[in-house]
């Protein structure tokens, strides 16, 4: 079946700009997930959605960023005044539940590149 | 709040090698732990997992990894590599109770020469 994907695949733009990255998440996976990934680090926690319930917002690293999930689906993660340090491939995964009893399925990520 | 070390940043080794890569995650309490990799060009897919029971788990592609509670440890194994396995290697832990989002930790890129 069809898995975890993102749009677009790449994306530059210029610095005081606004983004928008777009994940489709497996089809009946209630937990959604954001990571940014730079270059040498981990995977850095964005964002989760599971269900209905009210998203875990603690890792957003400022209120430039935000994310929704519109009809337990597509979720759409905005940055808002891109600046340099923004720059990064940004993830997005599902799973079947919530509670990390379940594994991740990922997307191939959003680069996004901030000039 | 939980953390992940992986101490191993950059491995290389030559085929046929043995393969060790360290994993060490703190948290006291019951943990589920995963190892995914990323094949160049792939999206991160899921190695092997650990929840519960046997602690020395089997994943795909001949790899393995054992639970060593007292260690706080999560090692992957395998005890002969090959060139496909040229990939970046990710360990997550995620707190039972705690925190239920994985934390990941920072990689380690593993090249295999012929």
């Known amino acids: 079946g069809a898995g975890v994907s993102q749009s677009p695949s790449n994306k530059v733009t210029e610095k005081g700009k606004d983004v928008e990255l777009r994940c489709d998440p497996i089809?009946?996976?209630?937990?959604l997930y954001w990571y940014r990934q730079s270059l040498g680090q981990g995977l850095e926690f964005l964002i989760y959605?599971?269900?209905?319930?009210?998203?875990?917002k603690s890792g957003l690293p400022s209120d430039r960023f935000s994310a929704e999930r519109t009809g337990g689906s597509v979720s759409t993660l905005t940055i808002q005044r891109t600046q340099q340090e923004d720059s990064a491939v940004y993830l997005c995964?599902?799973?079947?539940?919530?509670?990390?009893?379940?594994?991740?399925?990922f997307g191939p990520g959003t680069r996004l590149t901030v000039t | 709040a939980q953390s992940v070390s992986q101490h191993n940043h950059h491995v290389i080794l030559s085929e046929a090698a043995s393969l060790e890569l360290g994993c060490n995650y703190s948290?006291?309490?019951?943990?589920?732990l995963f190892w995914y990799v990323q094949y160049p060009g792939q999206h991160l897919q899921l190695l092997l997992k650990?929840?519960?029971?046997?602690?020395l788990v089997k994943g795909i592609k001949g790899f393995e990894a054992e639970f060593i509670k007292s260690k706080f440890s999560f090692n992957l194994r395998k005890p002969s590599v090959q060139w496909s396995d040229t990939a970046e290697y990710f360990c997550?832990?995620?707190?039972?109770?705690?925190?239920?989002?994985?934390?990941f930790g920072r990689g380690t890129s593993l090249i295999v020469h012929p």
């Open positions: 995964a599902s799973s079947l539940g919530g509670l990390g009893s379940y594994e991740q399925y």
């Open positions: 089809s009946g996976h209630t937990a």
């Open positions: 959605f599971q269900g209905n319930s009210a998203p875990d």
């Open positions: 948290y006291g309490g019951t943990v589920n």
């Open positions: 650990y929840f519960s029971g046997d602690p």
């Open positions: 997550a832990v995620n707190a039972k109770g705690g925190s239920y989002i994985p934390t």
